[in-house]
């Protein structure tokens, strides 16, 4: 067993877990910069409802 796999294992009980920590932190950050489907799916209509002013848009 790796070192890293070993400590995502044993956490939170295992020591030392700087790895898991990383890991965990990383995830956290990535999961607030990067928008789910559902917020691109909310992007993409309201780019959608827009049309532009040569069609008769706002």
């Known amino acids: 067993m790796t070192g890293l796999v070993r400590e995502l294992v044993e956490f939170p009980n295992g ?3 700087d790895q898991v920590d990383s890991i965990s932190q990383a995830l956290k950050y990535l999961s607030q910069k990067i928008p789910t ?3 691109v799916d909310r992007q993409a209509a309201r780019v959608a409802r827009r049309r532009p002013l040569w069609i008769g848009g706002r």
Request: no cysteine.
């Open 15 to 17: 020591a030392p877990d």
């Open 37 to 39: 489907p559902r917020e």
